[in-house]
């Protein structure tokens, strides 16, 4: 079973390395020490995955994706610390890219919706705005409603 589970590596050394899932569901967690875990993630799953690295000057890498855990036999993408790979969705690197796409996670979390929910392409959409530095809308409960397998078509 756990060879269909997409692993994220979550280590924290103080004020060296944070890694951490900004949001997502995982299906399990492995806790190796205190300063190392893993979590684990359905196939078809959507998570945030932060990683941020600095030396004695300060930060020197921070990254963010959106990735979609993948199946047996799909073809994934490489991205570190996730194995054995996913489908990126976001992908942004720099402190103000980053956070810029963490204020909209936040923002939909405020607006009451898990951001594992929204669409895929509504992640390709911001990542393709932010990186051109346009402004981005943030996924909307109303719109999150419209997209509900239950939601009923007005006439």
């Known amino acids: 079973m756990t060879r269909s589970l997409t692993r994220a590596?979550?280590?924290?050394f103080d004020a060296k390395v944070n890694d951490r899932v900004r949001f997502g569901r995982p299906a399990g967690e492995r806790i190796i020490d205190r300063r190392a875990?893993?979590?684990l993630f359905a196939?078809?799953?959507?998570?945030?995955?932060?990683?941020?690295?600095?030396?004695?000057?300060?930060?020197?890498?921070?990254?963010?994706?959106?990735?979609?855990?993948?199946?047996?036999?799909?073809?994934?993408?490489?991205v570190p610390g996730i194995a054995p790979g996913a489908h990126i969705l976001l992908s942004l690197a720099g402190q103000a890219r980053v956070q810029r796409g963490l204020a909209l996670v936040d923002a939909i979390e405020a607006g009451g919706i898990d951001p594992a929910d929204a669409p895929e392409s509504?992640?390709?959409?911001?990542?393709?705005?932010?990186?051109?530095?346009?402004?981005?809308?943030?996924?909307?409960?109303?719109?999150?409603?419209?997209?509900?397998?239950?939601?009923?078509?007005?006439p």
């Not at 590596?9 to 924290?12: A, N, P, R």
């Not at 994706?65 to 993408?77: D, K, S």
């Open 122 to 154: 509504y992640w390709h959409v911001v990542q393709n705005r932010l990186v051109a530095g346009l402004p981005c809308r943030t996924y909307a409960p109303a719109e999150h409603a419209a997209r509900a397998p239950h939601a009923e078509i007005q």
């Open 43 to 78: 196939p078809g799953s959507l998570f945030g995955y932060v990683q941020w690295r600095a030396n004695r000057y300060g930060t020197e890498h921070w990254r963010f994706w959106v990735l979609r855990a993948g199946a047996p036999g799909e073809r994934l993408e490489t």
């Open 9 to 12: 590596t979550i280590l924290f």
């Open 37 to 39: 875990r893993i979590m």
